[in-house]
């Protein structure tokens, strides 16, 4: 769709098995040893200005995420980031398979996404969703520019119980210019629609009755989970660009209050647009105080980020209450899922379930 960004590099126009940790192939290369691998890699195979900076920058190590080796390159105050993926996902062995298999080549589509959303955005594009630099579809290699302007990952911020409505707003209104742009206008990510429809219904499987392999619900709640899942399938799954990951670990808040956001590896151009808001929305109760319950400070923000949403995308109420049970099974996936995480103790867990439940089960919206 349109011409890739400025800078943007394929790796078919260059040679990458030049690289020094080549064996022959340029499948072969691996960037998972460290800084100085990374270094090389940039030097014999990157754009000529990555090839420059590489050669004085700060290369670091980021210990975030599951699936991709990644590293911060910083250099007179710029920021880039490179990720890696290879056919085993960095945490095999605490994710669960359904996870671990998603493919390499989500690098690939992650810049196909990044290039459809930058269109779509227009002159905002370049301050809310990074710049590809790199691409090197062989190795599944990306390199993208900075676009935190100094703020920090949501994901933090709601640690430290600084919860923003205006932030919380624009995490809203950026998410409805995505879907309402692209709502029932084919758009495939993945090489197909086909494609697209099956990475969907992989990961709403995979975060709603994926769950029931590893927890004793009470069979209400099962029985939601399921019927969210099969209404998702026949009713809701359309046409729209869905990111799939859209959460704190993957946004930011930025000084003036606007969010920005990054890593598009797992999104589609199929799914029920109301399960990115639920998703967000899961996370905001999983990170914000009062887990067993909902505060008014963590109300406030959720009332914003619907309300934002829901002015630019069509489906009112009834799209609300699915976004809430959305965030209901995101509660669940994160204590009995694929993915667990943010440091939950045994002394969490059951009240959240209960207030996940409660969510899953009400007839009218509870979070705003």
């Not at 014999?44 to 980021?62: K, W, Y």
């Not at 197909?192 to 619900?217: Q, V």
């Amino acid at each position: 769709m349109g011409h890739p960004p400025s800078g943007f590099v394929s790796a078919s126009s260059r040679a990458p098995s030049r690289h020094p940790l080549a064996t022959g192939h340029s499948s072969a290369v691996r960037l998972d040893s460290g800084p100085e691998a990374v270094r090389q890699y940039l030097m014999h195979c990157g754009t000529p200005e990555l090839g420059r900076i590489a050669r004085e920058a700060d290369i670091s190590f980021l210990d975030t995420g599951i699936l991709n080796y990644a590293y911060a390159i910083r250099f007179h105050g710029v920021a880039v980031y490179l990720k890696q993926a290879l056919e085993r996902a960095k945490a095999h062995d605490r994710i669960g398979p359904d996870l671990a298999g998603v493919p390499p080549e989500r690098v690939v589509y992650e810049a196909r996404f990044i290039e459809v959303v930058r269109a779509l955005l227009g002159p905002d594009a370049s301050e809310l969703v990074p710049r590809i630099l790199h691409l090197d579809a062989a190795n599944h290699v990306l390199v993208t520019r900075d676009v935190s302007c100094g703020g920090s990952l949501l994901e933090s911020e709601l640690r430290r119980g600084r919860i923003s409505a205006r932030v919380a707003a624009s995490l809203g209104g950026l998410l409805g210019r995505m879907h309402a742009a692209t709502l029932d206008r084919p758009c495939p990510i993945r090489g197909s629609n086909a494609n697209d429809e099956a990475h969907w219904m992989l990961f709403l499987r995979m975060r709603t009755i994926g769950c029931l392999k590893n927890a004793a619900l009470p069979e209400s709640t099962a029985r939601a989970l399921r019927g969210l899942a099969e209404e998702a399938a026949a009713r809701h799954t359309r046409h729209v660009l869905l990111h799939v990951d859209y959460c704190p670990k993957n946004l930011f808040a930025r000084p003036d209050e606007r969010a920005a956001v990054i890593d598009f590896e797992l999104g589609a151009g199929v799914g029920d647009p109301a399960y990115d808001l639920g998703f967000l929305l899961g996370h905001y109760l999983l990170l914000t105080p009062g887990r067993a319950g909902i505060p008014d400070s963590s109300r406030s923000a959720l009332t914003a980020m619907l309300e934002a949403y829901l002015s630019r995308v069509p489906g009112g109420q009834p799209m609300a209450l699915r976004a809430q049970r959305y965030a209901a099974a995101t509660v669940l996936y994160r204590i009995f899922g694929s993915s667990r995480s943010f440091g939950l103790s045994d002394d969490d867990i059951p009240a959240l379930q209960e207030l996940a439940s409660r969510l899953l089960l009400a007839d009218r919206v509870e979070l705003s």
